[in-house]
């Protein structure tokens, strides 16, 4: 298992917010994060950081979780593309399936 270098997600949360011109202050008001947690994340005092708190930040910083998880070099986020249709479903059809074997008429049973 790969181990989270927290020194590098803090460098580039940093790096995004000095970029956008955005205080630690106001990125902390904006994805309803702690100050004091937002600091210790830059200087990375912190062990880990939640996914959710990685979403948030890229999604205000305007980057991907992958950049900030030092996952990817390019800070731009990936833009979601839909894939092409599915073609339409055939109807399906009733058939009967032919026995190799030919089968002999079923008797009823004896009743009594």
């Keep these: 298992m790969a181990t989270l270098d927290m020194h590098?997600?803090?460098t580039r949360v940093r790096t995004?917010?000095?970029a956008r011109g955005v205080s630690q202050t106001a990125l902390a008001a904006q994805t309803g994060l702690n100050l004091g947690n937002l600091n210790e994340l830059?200087?990375?005092r912190k062990q880990?950081?939640?996914a959710e708190t990685i979403v948030a930040l890229a999604?205000?910083?305007q980057v991907s979780?992958?950049?900030l998880l030092g996952l990817a070099d390019d800070p731009a986020p990936r833009r979601r593309t839909r894939a092409a249709p599915l073609p339409p479903r055939q109807p399906r059809t009733r058939t009967r399936r032919q026995?190799?074997?030919p089968t002999q008429p079923r008797t009823p049973?004896?009743?009594g």
């Design 48 to 50: 880990g950081v939640r």
């Design 8 to 10: 590098l997600v803090g």
């Design 109 to 111: 049973a004896p009743v």
């Design 59 to 61: 999604e205000v910083l």
């Design 16 to 18: 995004a917010r000095e």
């Design 65 to 67: 979780a992958d950049y």
């Design 99 to 101: 026995s190799a074997v």
């Design 42 to 44: 830059e200087q990375a």
